[in-house]
């Protein structure tokens, strides 16, 4: 702040966010084409009937606001009951057990993200992102004047990360390293020996794994989710989550920032105060809706939530196998897990389109169909697709992708494709 002023010393890339790029799409589209709005960019599968919440999260939301026990204000830190279930949640995926103090309830996963990055924040640090990755962590980051470094993933092995690349970006002012599993943008979902070879690392290099599991359990391929904390013991792991996205309630803000470190390296009572301390100026969720998760998570049927991933691997299988129909774009990894995956365009085969933002918002206006450019999630010239929706919008909206790609492609190209069939 200089003189009274606000800092705009922001680099533009920083603020890049989903939100803001799919608002400037939405007002591309033209309505005059008389086609309906589809939009594919947004990780709400609420949009969509397909995808609801299960009958015992409303009951239990209903019960505590009718209680009328819950209408103050909750300890910042969350409500004891609230925080307790949690820790008993996350702790059957562990080889340990967590306590409630383990726990603090977040505003939203967003919101851990914020309370992670805070607490590890100091002059001269850096952080390690995955890139592509969640535009959110730059964000903040940017906010905490912490310097990002990239590590990339691999799409030709699955978006693994970049094991060696972490370890050559690291150095002795690193404080954290990002892990997003299940993955998004790219719809992987990491086996345990991956996530062991991070951990090791991590620990070698004396940081903290932040753990990114908004996504938990949506896993339909073949490695089966493995939470980060079950490498606690190892390297100390800060466990990020939410009820948002396996329980399809995104709205009502319900996440939780959590200590996974059996060994208490991260356990230091001047660390913990300061965390509390922070949550003191933060505004977590509605008491009321704290209130409901105990019985939210320990009511809920198996049943929902294996629908929830049958439904899933339906749509990634309906979008796989269009977009192998599609000229100038590939798949060259199949979703195993999360809601997106993400697309490769062959800009040199697409007459008079420039980049991937280019792309999107062309399509906005001639198709009225949203995808996210894959310059939001720092992998340029490639796509992302959330395929959290109806078969039928998605098979429409897919049906459009093709028919725009193929109005574009460069006359050469296409008698090369004909050829080939």
Same mark, same amino acid.
């Given at each position: 702040?200089?003189? +009274? +002023? ?27 084409? +008389? ?42 830190? +969350? ?59 730059? &964000? ?5 004047? &912490? ?38 943008? $790219? ?75 059996? $060994? ?9 105060? #300061? ?43 309906? $979008? ?7 000229? $100038? ?32 918002? #062309? &399509? ?19 796509? #992302? ?25 460069? &006359? ?10």
């Amino acid at each position: 702040m200089e003189n +009274g +002023g606000l800092n705009h010393e922001m680099d533009t890339a920083s603020t890049i966010t989903i939100k803001g790029i799919l608002s400037l799409l939405m007002q591309s589209v033209d309505e005059k084409n +008389g086609k309906r709005l589809i939009s594919l960019g947004m990780g709400d599968p609420t949009v969509y009937s397909c995808f609801h919440t299960t009958h015992v999260a409303g009951e239990a939301v209903v019960e505590a606001l009718q209680s009328e026990k819950f209408n103050g204000y909750s300890p910042t830190v +969350g409500l004891p009951q609230t925080r307790r279930a949690i820790a008993e949640y996350l702790s059957c995926d562990l080889p340990y057990k967590l306590s409630s103090d383990d726990v603090f309830v977040t505003s939203g996963c967003t919101q851990a993200i914020d309370v992670a990055l805070s607490m590890l924040a100091r002059p001269g640090a850096n952080i390690l992102l995955p890139r592509p990755g969640f535009p959110i962590y730059e &964000l903040c980051a940017t906010f905490r004047r &912490l310097e990002v470094r990239y590590f990339d993933l691999l799409p030709e092995r699955g978006w693994e990360v970049d094991l060696d690349s972490i370890e050559a970006l690291a150095d002795q002012n690193t404080v954290g390293l990002v892990i997003i599993n299940p993955g998004n943008p $790219c719809g992987n979902v990491y086996s345990y020996q991956h996530l062991e070879k991070i951990a090791e690392i991590a620990e070698k290099l004396k940081i903290p794994v932040i753990a990114d599991e908004v996504y938990g359990h949506l896993a339909f391929g073949d490695n089966p989710f493995v939470p980060m904390g079950v490498f606690g013991s190892i390297v100390p792991v800060l466990t990020l989550g939410s009820l948002s996205k396996r329980w399809i309630v995104p709205g009502w803000r319900l996440g939780w920032f959590v200590i996974s470190d059996p $060994c208490g390296m991260f356990k230091n009572p001047k660390i913990v105060e #300061r965390i509390k301390k922070y949550f003191d100026i933060l505004g977590g969720p509605a008491t009321f809706i704290q209130a409901a998760v105990p019985r939210i998570i320990g009511q809920t049927d198996e049943v929902f939530f294996q629908k929830t991933i049958n439904t899933l691997k339906q749509t990634s299988d309906i $979008c796989c196998d269009m977009i192998k129909e599609i000229p $100038c774009i590939t798949c060259p990894h199949k979703p195993q897990g999360s809601m997106a995956v993400m697309i490769k365009v062959n800009l040199s085969s697409l007459e008079n389109i420039s980049d991937d933002i280019d792309f999107c918002f #062309r &399509l906005a206006k001639e198709e009225s169909v949203i995808i996210l450019p894959g310059t939001a999630v720092g992998l340029k010239n490639w796509l #992302r697709i959330t395929f959290a929706a109806d078969p039928h919008s998605l098979k429409e909206a897919l049906g459009r992708l093709k028919s725009f790609c193929k109005r574009h492609t460069k &006359l050469t190209a296409a008698i090369l494709e004909v050829q080939a069939i």
